[in-house]
């Protein structure tokens, strides 16, 4: 947890050889960053937070095998859900008021195709579940029993409900006060989201959380609302969400981002008034975080946050590399 306190950034080369649109460590070599003349990369796999780097790793080696970029955002985020020592994504994660950990999920296609579960129990992989919610179901969502009930039918295991180590631990502590008070960029944070881009242009993204620590039970935030914490357009691009999910839900934020790109904005330019407008409609700016992250069909991409502290993972051809986005506040 520590480590997302921290401001962090570096890059990495790429040292997939012989992968089939790998490039050579030495053009690898040449990629600079300018932010007055932005590159442009596709494929490109784009995740929230350092977790995000993991998770990467894993999508871009699933499209390097011939994976579709659905399987890749997929399979790139259950490594995050898999994650043990991450205490805010998967089953491990910290708790609500009631001891309980609940789950939410959403997956979207550039095509418009999606599905989302929340308040789910017992579904180590609920990005999964989303995708069996997407692809066998008439519905874009499921929410808690019946969700469970859906995963137990597509044949997922059920996991025995106890709380990690260091979530049960964690809990202990909090209900010695049981004061509500996540902090930011620590408590009310942790969601990953991931979206991406394939060599064909075809566009996906993904989104799971554990959510709020000790939130209500029974409450569900932004990352399984298409069009909150995550939305993809592949005319246009996609975008998802980080932070506090009700201040996300206020201005449908992962939507207006795409929308705004439609209208001819960049990235970067989308998330900042995204951000802007979250701002003027925050109901407790002093404690509210939100990082956005964006994607355009191009392959151009932008992040703006509320405050200082959220960064974003960045995998292309020429490397990789984790970088701290800018901030409404310094």
Known sequence: MGGRRKFIKHSLLSTFAGIPFAVSASSAGSFRWDEKKQDHFTPQILSTWN???AANDKAWEVLNSGGSIVDAVEQGVMVTENDLTNLSVGLQG???REGVVTLDASIMKGDGSCGSVAFVRQVKHPITLARKVMENTPH???VGEG??????????PMEQEELSPKAREAYRRWKENSKYQPIINIENHDTIGMVGIDENGTMAGSCTTSGLAYKMHGRVGDSPIIGAGLFVDEEVGAATATGLGEEVIRICGAFL??????QGRTPQEACEEAVRRAVSKSKDIDNTQI??????????????????????????????????AKSWFK
């Open 94 to 96: 910290l708790p609500d």
């Open 51 to 53: 977790h995000g780097m």
């Open 257 to 262: 981002i795409v929308e705004l790109m439609r």
């Open 147 to 156: 969700a469970r009930l859906f995963a137990e039918s597509e044949g997922m």
């Open 140 to 142: 874009v969502m499921l």
């Open 291 to 324: 990082g956005f992250l964006a994607l355009n069909k191009s392959g151009e991409y932008g992040a703006f946050a509320i405050r200082p502290g959220f960064n974003y993972a960045q995998h292309h051809r020429q490397g990789k590399s984790l970088t701290d």
